[in-house]
T-cell receptor
Framework: EDQVTQSPEALRLQEGESSSLNCSYT??????LFWYRQDPGKGPEFLFT???AGEEKEKERLKATLTKKESFLHITAPKPEDSATYLC???????????????FGQGTILTVHP | DSGVTQTPKHLITATGQRVTLRCSPR?????VYWYQQSLDQGLQFLIQ???????AKGNILERFSAQQFPDLHSELNLSSLELGDSALYFC??????????????FGPGTRLTVL
């Protein structure tokens, strides 16, 4: 069974204080690892897709990296508007009946204080 | 705005009742996915449709059913509702079922409250 574990559960930062969020996963053949941002009461907003170990992607103050067992979401000089829940999800590449589904972690609640 | 629309935004009903949630995918997307998000379970995959056909089932209760229509919109039917069914229900869509760049885009969700 595919599993995703995110840490820490919650992270409080001061504006400008860089940090990283962790996503550890076990999956039967990784097809893709996804990062989403979710604001309270809203739908998850797509950030990145990573496909293979060593891959990196950047968007503004966010950078996502991938190894064979985990992914990191690095936040550089965060601002209060970066406060949200960050969700990690995996999509398995092996055959079977759940080919397209995403398996999500519980998320990391990020709060950035001004 | 992801381009995925869901109605209604909020739904309040009583135990034992039946409700229908509606989802319209992004223009051009053929796949629709339904997810349930509760405080204790997080985001859980329920069911997937591709071009009108059911493709995968997750942890979907027998009281729940879904379908995708010829115009590609989808409906999730929840019956014999229980207090524990209260949650946010999200629909997501993607271009195809098997493409390597098959990113799922989520709608704004329907908040269901069962009293």
């Amino acid at each position: 069974e595919d599993q995703v574990t995110q840490s820490p559960e919650a992270l409080r930062l001061q504006e400008g204080e860089s940090s990283s969020l962790n996503c550890s996963y076990t999956v039967s053949g990784l097809r893709g690892l996804f990062w989403y941002r979710q604001d309270p009461g809203k739908g998850p907003e797509f950030l990145f897709t990573l496909y293979s170990a060593g891959e990196e992607k950047e968007k503004e103050r966010l950078k996502a990296t991938l190894t064979k067992k985990e992914s990191f979401l690095h936040i550089t000089a965060p601002k209060p508007e970066d406060s949200a829940t960050y969700l990690c999800a995996v999509q398995a590449g092996a055959g079977g009946t759940s080919y397209g589904k995403l398996t999500f972690g519980q998320g990391t609640i990020l709060t950035v204080h001004p | 705005d992801s381009g995925v629309t869901q109605t209604p935004k909020h739904l309040i009903t009583a135990t034992g009742q039946r409700v229908t949630l509606r989802c319209s995918p992004r223009s051009g997307d053929l796949s629709v996915y339904w997810y349930q998000q509760s405080l204790d379970q997080g985001l859980q995959f329920l069911i997937q449709y591709y071009n009108g056909e059911e493709r995968a089932k997750g942890n979907i209760l027998e009281r729940f059913s879904a379908q995708q229509f010829p115009d590609l919109h989808s409906e999730l039917n929840l019956s014999s509702l229980e207090l524990g069914d209260s949650a946010l229900y999200f629909c997501a869509s993607s271009v195809t079922f098997s493409a390597s760049t098959d990113t799922q885009y989520f709608g704004p969700g329907t908040r269901l409250t069962v009293l």
